[in-house]
């Protein structure tokens, strides 16, 4: 009977709060204040922790994982004809881009430093701050590992359309929204580049030698020798796929600041 | 659960992640079966690092032992193999000896020694001094006991001179 009352009693003090019109947490906290009603000010605490955690384990459990796997999946490619692991590590290049692109970030206000790193925060929470900036940095230049090509004059040119975009970019005025959209249409294109048009162009491997691959398929296996093309397995543009999916969604869940 | 333990475990599971992805691009492993087989030779090789780091390495004796059996069957092939896996940090002197001994061993001929074996013998006493200058080894069944008796046979084993012409070399005993 005691509990129902409890309940009775509780649910009156939402209702009284549901009916005032409508207001941000700190005029919560004063109209619970003059009302002096510790339930509410207890209730409110409460959801305010819960909402605390679940922003904390997405913020540093989540996230992290998601920037891990895709930096994990940027350098991973599948050898043609046996589907076997080659794990491809970052050019110099590619990490330098990733500071670009970092750069960016922090000018078009996808990412406030000092909202990621205080004085006044405990040093775990800058810790944590941290490596979830390092794994999406991790993940930035896995990235560009992933679009530009291994190898040959396609390196080159991709690395140098990157390379003019970035810069471009770096002086530009962009906001977070027109620079998220922006890198999805870069990395789009590279993608279809080196994954549609490139591996299109690329011969399949062949098992009875130069030669006989060279009569069945003398453009496509030109156009590999001309360009220096590796030759993966179609499987390995679908794991590219899912690590850009994987970096953008991070990038999208990623907030502005830790705070 | 506090923020500042989530905030912790974040940190834990990026660091252990991020050395799994390190490890990975490290060990290149060709297929998912390859990822076992090299995380476990990883982590027998930090085993044995931090044992050498803890002064408490010691070489595999049970290995060494089947190495001494097959090295007295004049099984070299098979005995360097059992050394080689007994001493993998190759900081034990009295392995690495042996391993060497069954270079010259091998490579000993009547007429004419095997070139190869006798300079691959000389690469692996390379490493001797370093572990032990003064090491002599206790083993009677060796005629040569130290790394300088065993560096001039290979030595002299390699060079053409007019005594390998002699006749008599083909009654001189195997060392």
Do not use: H
């Amino acid at each position: 009977m005691s509990e129902l009352t409890k309940t009775k009693a509780d649910l009156e003090d939402i209702e009284s709060v549901d009916d005032s019109p409508v207001m941000d947490g700190s005029d919560m906290s004063s109209a619970a204040a003059e009302t002096n009603s510790p339930r509410l000010l207890k209730l409110q605490d409460g959801s305010e922790q819960a909402r605390e955690r679940s922003r904390a384990v997405r913020l540093y459990l989540f996230l992290p994982i998601i920037f891990l796997t895709s930096a994990l999946l940027g350098g991973l490619r599948l050898a043609a004809p046996d589907g076997a692991f080659v794990f491809v590590t970052p050019a110099l290049l590619c990490l330098i881009f990733a500071v670009f692109m970092f750069a960016l970030f922090i000018r078009g206000g996808m990412i406030s430093i000092a909202g990621w790193f205080s004085d006044g925060a405990p040093t775990v929470q800058n810790v944590a701050s941290g490596a979830v900036l390092l794994t999406a940095y991790a993940a930035t230049a896995q990235v560009f590992n992933s679009l530009i090509p291994e190898t040959g004059l396609p390196f080159w040119v991709v690395a140098f359309c990157f390379a003019w975009s970035l810069w471009n970019n770096l002086f530009a005025d962009l906001d977070n929204k027109k620079l998220l959209r922006s890198m999805i249409a870069l990395f789009a294109f590279a993608f279809a580049a080196k994954y549609i048009v490139l591996a299109g162009i690329t011969a399949p491997a062949g098992e009875g030698g130069w030669l006989r691959s060279l009569i069945e398929n003398p453009a496509k296996e030109t156009m590999t020798w001309l360009l220096d093309l590796p030759r993966y397995t179609a499987g390995t543009g679908y794991i590219q796929f899912f690590c850009l999916a994987l970096y953008f969604a991070g990038l999208y869940i990623l907030p502005r600041s830790a705070r | 659960m506090k923020t500042k333990y989530i905030q912790t475990i974040g940190v834990a599971i990026t660091a252990i992640y991020g050395l799994f992805i390190v490890f990975l691009y490290a060990a290149e492993p060709r297929s998912l079966e390859e990822v076992t087989t090299k995380a476990k030779s990883a982590v027998e090789s930090t085993v044995t690092k931090g044992q050498v780091l803890a002064g408490t390495y010691e070489i595999d004796q049970a290995k060494f032992g089947e190495g001494l059996a097959a090295f007295r069957a004049d099984n070299f092939v098979l005995a360097r193999d059992r050394f080689e896996r007994a001493d993998p940090e190759k900081r034990d002197a009295n392995t690495q000896f042996y391993i060497a001994y069954s270079y010259y061993r091998q490579g000993w001929g009547r007429v004419s020694n095997d070139d190869s074996l006798f300079k691959a013998g000389l690469d692996s006493l390379q490493r001797l001094p370093a572990i032990a200058p003064d090491f002599v080894s206790k083993d009677p069944d060796l005629k040569i006991k130290t790394a300088a008796e065993l560096r001039n046979e290979f030595e002299e084993g390699l060079k053409v001179t007019v005594d390998d012409f002699n006749p008599l070399r083909l009654v001189r005993e195997r060392k």
